[in-house]
C-alpha cells in the first residue's frame, strides 16, 4: 500500500502570511504514460463535508481562489495559501488515488497565528 | 440538483452489523464509480470501498476487506455499504462519495461501534 505522510501535524500561520503543507508518497504517484500524478488536496472544515482543491497534483477544482497553489511530481508535493485569510482555518489533506487502497495523508491543520 | 443522502448509522455493538444507504440523484448515477471514505471522530479521513457504474468492479481498504461490501441498485440511484463484524475502531462518520470526478460528498452518517 502507499503510505501518505504530511510534514506536519499543524501549522500556525499570520493573516496575510504564506502557509506552505508538504506531503510524501511512499512511492510514485506519476502515471507515466499520461504525465500526470495521481495526487489531489482536499480541505476539510469542521461540520462539513471534505472540499476537493486540486486534481491530478496541480488541477485546481472549480471555485477554488487562485491564493491556493499546488505543485510537485513523482513523490514530493506541495500545497501553498500565499495569503492566508480567516476562513483558511481547516484541516488539509493530501490523497493518493495511483493505486488501490487509496490513502489519505494525517492531515496538517492550519489555524491562525 | 446534485444530491447526495446517507443513512442507516446509528449505535452497534462489537461483532454487530448495520448497513449504510446513500440516495444519489441529480446527475447521470450510472455513469460513475461511487465510493465510501470514512473520518473517525476528531482523526483522519480514510478510504473505504468504490464501485464502478455497472456494480461490477469494487475494492476495498485493507482494514475492512472481508468484512463490509459495497454494492448498488442502479434503477433506484442508491449505493450501499452492508458492514459485518463491526469493531470499534469503525466508529466514523461515513461519507458517500463521487470521488474526484466532479467531486461531491454527501453531508456523512454516523456510526458508533460500542458495547
Known amino acids: 500500500d502507499i503510505v501518505v505522510t504530511q510534514s506536519t501535524d499543524s501549522l500556525a500561520v499570520s493573516l496575510g502570511e504564506r502557509a506552505t503543507i508538504n506531503c510524501k508518497s511512499s512511492q510514485s504517484v506519476l502515471h507515466i504514460s499520461a504525465n500526470k500524478n495521481a495526487l489531489a488536496w482536499y480541505q476539510h472544515k469542521a461540520g462539513q463535508p471534505p472540499r476537493l482543491l486540486f486534481y491530478w497534483a496541480s488541477s485546481r477544482e472549480v471555485g477554488v481562489p487562485d491564493r491556493f497553489s499546488s505543485s510537485g511530481s513523482g513523490t514530493d508535493f506541495t500545497l501553498t495559501i500565499t495569503s492566508l485569510q480567516a476562513e483558511d482555518v481547516a484541516t488539509y489533506y493530501c490523497f493518493q488515488y495511483y493505486s488501490i487502497p487509496w490513502t489519505f495523508g494525517p492531515g496538517t491543520k492550519v489555524e491562525i497565528k | 440538483e446534485l444530491e447526495l443522502v446517507e443513512s442507516g448509522g446509528g449505535l452497534v455493538q462489537p461483532g454487530g452489523s448495520l448497513r449504510l444507504s446513500c440516495a444519489a440523484s441529480g446527475f447521470g448515477f450510472s455513469n460513475y464509480w461511487m465510493h465510501w471514505v470514512r473520518q473517525v471522530p476528531g482523526k483522519g479521513l480514510q478510504w473505504v470501498s468504490r464501485?464502478?457504474?455497472?456494480?461490477?468492479?469494487?475494492d476495498y481498504a485493507d482494514s475492512v476487506k472481508g468484512r463490509f461490501t459495497i454494492s448498488r441498485d442502479n434503477i433506484n440511484n442508491m449505493v450501499y455499504l452492508q458492514m459485518n463484524s463491526l469493531r470499534v475502531e469503525d466508529t466514523a462518520i461515513y461519507y458517500c462519495v463521487r470521488l474526484l470526478n466532479a467531486d461531491y460528498w454527501g453531508q456523512g452518517t454516523l456510526v458508533t461501534v460500542s458495547s
Open positions: 464501485i464502478r457504474g455497472d456494480g461490477v468492479a469494487t
